[in-house]
């Protein structure tokens, strides 16, 4: 939407402040672009996981069933979205009041990002634990992975691997967000306008997402081994080997070292890059065009 517009009294070109979106309409943009983004890079997360798994990515499905496990990710899709925008967005707007000279903006889209990863974990992990599990091929259902779950690790089975997500996520969107944000706003800068189009912040959000993934790929892989190891070491529903029990961030840290070496940290790197570069520009993209698109109906 351009911040441009021609005034019907004067031939002068005025800037106009582009609309600012409510946190509802913040909540039903990321909704919508967590939605998008996750169902449409399926595949490409599912080889990363498989990727990770210390059974192996043959052992783990290869390339077959690359979409196993889709129901929980689309379950968990829009509200998680959903409440990491509200709170970024919110926290954004009260510690810019906080913090109002642009020289603390890099801090305050930090500590922004970071509580909207917080607030969005509990919402996404519980539905992670079972994607993760169902993509390896441990379970052939959603219904299957919940109640294995539920009997053999209780409620908060569903939690496993809750604190090396936000360990993962923090730092992650403590580069990405900042990245991001800088990189629209100096476009914008540069070519005179008060905010970039939603294609170029889909642009910027693919940069910024890509250099994130690369740095934080081996919390994401502690994570993954997390996620995916269970108490027991039974024989999956589908047949499959479970993942050794992992426990810990530090200790899942060193036994990976210990036994696969620095390499196996960076398992999953090509996919991950890919995944969150393209989802970056689909995640930021979409959210920034339905905010515009919500804003300008009111």
């Known amino acids: 939407m351009s911040d441009i517009s021609a005034s019907a009294s004067t031939l002068a070109v005025v800037p106009t402040a582009p609309k600012q979106a409510t946190l509802l309409q913040c909540m039903l943009s990321g909704a919508m672009a967590g939605t998008a983004v996750d169902t449409a890079l399926f595949p490409l997360d599912t080889l990363k996981t498989r990727l990770q798994s210390k059974a192996g990515f043959a052992a783990s499905g290869g390339f077959r069933g690359v979409y196993s496990g889709l129901t929980s990710a689309v379950i968990g899709s829009a509200p998680g979205a959903s409440m990491f925008f509200v709170t970024y967005e919110g926290l954004k707007k009260t510690l810019t009041t906080v913090l109002p000279d642009p020289q603390y903006a890099p801090v305050v889209h930090m500590m922004s990002a970071s509580g909207g990863e917080i607030a969005a974990c509990f919402v996404r992990v519980p539905t992670e634990v079972i994607k993760q599990r169902m993509q390896t091929k441990q379970f052939q259902t959603t219904s299957a992975a919940v109640k294995s779950v539920i009997h053999n690790e209780g409620i ?12 993962r996520e923090i730092p992650f969107t403590c580069i990405q967000f900042p990245l991001y944000e800088y990189m629209k706003k100096t476009y914008a800068h540069a070519t005179q306008r008060k905010q970039v ?5 889909a642009i910027c959000g693919s940069i910024a997402g890509g250099i994130a993934a690369g740095i934080t790929t081996p919390l994401d892989v502690i994570k993954t081994r997390l996620m995916l190891s269970q108490r027991n070491a039974t024989v999956g529903a589908a047949g499959a080997p479970n993942a050794a029990y992992y426990s810990g961030i530090i200790p899942t840290f060193k036994r990976i070292l210990a036994e696969e070496g620095p390499r196996a940290l960076f398992s999953g790197i090509g996919p991950r890059v890919m995944w969150i570069s393209i989802g970056g520009s689909i995640f930021l993209g979409v959210y920034e065009k339905a905010k515009v698109a919500l804003a300008d109906r009111d």
């Open 197 to 201: 189009d939603p294609w170029e912040a």
């Open 156 to 167: 908060l089975g569903f939690y496993r691997g809750y604190f090396s997500t936000v360990a």
